[in-house]
């Protein structure tokens, strides 16, 4: 905790995961929403949906610049 | 994301993979965006009726709607959707920002949530001809925001501009009218679990500040 009493940053990430776990209560949606979204990690991101297809896709050189800019 | 796992990020170019807590949420547009979408197939059906349930408002809609799901006949939510969405020209409801903000499809929210998808390089998929701004639609890019099935993670901050610009002015009401529509049934619970999701993530988003 700062001298202002102020939250840093970094409890504010700890304070909201935990948050979030309270408020989902444990309900465990991890297996059907991972199902549905055909993975869950980046790096399966080019599976399609088990539900369909996306409504949306890439848009080419805003990807690069996008990709160059990111931090 | 913090400062501290920003400068990790850096110093090993490796591309970090959100919190799980982060994920769940992505987990939970996903689920909303896919109902929202289309009517669900037994496949899905049997899925959500696998949902369990928590002591707390989130987890309680999700136990209705699993039960919900495990009643339910694929051929009478065609027809519910129908009721609800597509109607002839027209549904009972019309689940786009525009048209709740508005009054009218096409208009001046449309055209903000265009300008925000191009910066996030993000565009209408081929084929696809409804507006941008439908509910299924904006939950898919939430989703797509946090856990980067699209392009990569973004940032909170970015996400939650996202959220307080298109979801947050309308999301809600549109759940409350699905919740009491006259053709719901099923879809009652999935309004149940969207408006409860949307509470949780606009309290979420105070706690990052």
């Not at chain 2, 409804?130 to 898919?140: F, N, Q, R, V």
């Amino acid at each position: 905790m700062r001298s202002d009493g102020k939250r840093t940053r970094g409890q504010d990430g700890l304070h909201r995961r935990d948050f979030l776990k309270t408020a989902t209560g444990g309900t465990a949606a991890g297996v059907v929403t991972a199902v549905l979204a055909g993975g869950t990690a980046p790096a399966e991101a080019a599976a399609e949906p088990a539900a369909g297809r996306s409504r949306y896709r890439e848009t080419e050189h805003v990807r690069r610049a996008y990709r160059l800019a990111r931090f | 994301m913090q400062a501290n796992q920003l400068v990790a990020s850096q110093k090993t170019g490796a591309q970090l993979r959100p919190a799980a807590e982060e994920l769940a949420r992505a987990g939970w547009y996903r689920l909303l965006a896919t109902l929202l979408g289309s009517p669900p197939g037994r496949d899905v059906l049997d899925l959500i009726g696998t949902l369990s349930a928590g002591p707390t408002p989130l987890g309680a809609a999700a136990e209705a709607l699993a039960a919900a799901a495990r009643k339910a006949e694929p051929k009478a939510l065609e027809r519910e959707f129908t009721d609800l969405f597509i109607g002839i020209g027209e549904g009972e409801l019309v689940p786009y920002g525009s048209y709740y903000l508005t009054g009218f499809l096409h208009e001046r929210p449309l055209a903000r949530l265009r300008a925000d998808l191009s910066a996030l390089g993000l565009a209408r998929a081929e084929g696809v001809y409804e507006p941008e701004d439908g509910i299924a639609g904006l939950c898919e890019v939430m989703a797509a925001l946090i856990d980067g099935s699209l392009d990569a993670p973004v940032p909170l901050d970015r996400q939650r501009r996202f959220f307080d610009s298109h979801l947050a002015p309308w999301a809600d009401r549109f759940f409350a009218d699905l919740e009491s529509a006259q053709s719901a049934n099923f879809y009652r619970h999935v309004a149940r679990l969207g408006r409860a999701i949307i509470k949780l993530e606009s309290e979420a988003f105070e706690i990052s500040g």
